[in-house]
């Protein structure tokens, strides 16, 4: 007789059931559940962060600003354009000065990352 036959739970798990919730488990570490361009920390619950990438050695100023982003939601769906030129085309930019990453993830359900340039 088994040990644990009085628990509902472990009657509910049958040999085929607990190998694959055991599969699952021991899997799960091969998932990134972090922001989809693996730029920088993530964390589970709530990430927010800006990566410089980019800037121009001397201080100049820049008097426009473009951003482009890509976004996710709940692991299903990815969209978005965050890309050097879409930022550019936003900002109405033709001389880019600087180019910064800005990142968010929250529960790991919904993500951004968007490209953010500066320049002329």
């Known amino acids: 007789m088994n040990l644990f036959s009085n ?16 599969f699952f488990i021991l899997h799960l570490n091969c998932v990134n559940l972090g922001n989809p361009q693996g730029l920088g920390p993530t964390g589970s619950l709530y990430s927010s962060y800006r990566i410089g990438v980019s800037e121009n050695k001397e201080i100049e100023a820049a008097s426009k600003m473009g951003k482009a982003c890509l976004k996710r939601y709940a692991f ?11 930022a ?13 990453k800005e990142a968010f993830n929250i529960l790991s359900v919904y993500s951004s990352l968007c490209t953010i340039v500066t320049g002329n």
């Open 88 to 100: 550019a085309k936003n900002g109405q930019i033709v001389s880019i000065k600087s180019i910064n």
């Open 76 to 86: 299903l769906y990815v969209a978005g354009d965050a890309s050097l030129e879409a």
């Open 7 to 22: 628990y509902k739970l472990f009657r509910y798990f049958s040999s085929s059931n607990l190998s694959v919730f055991l």
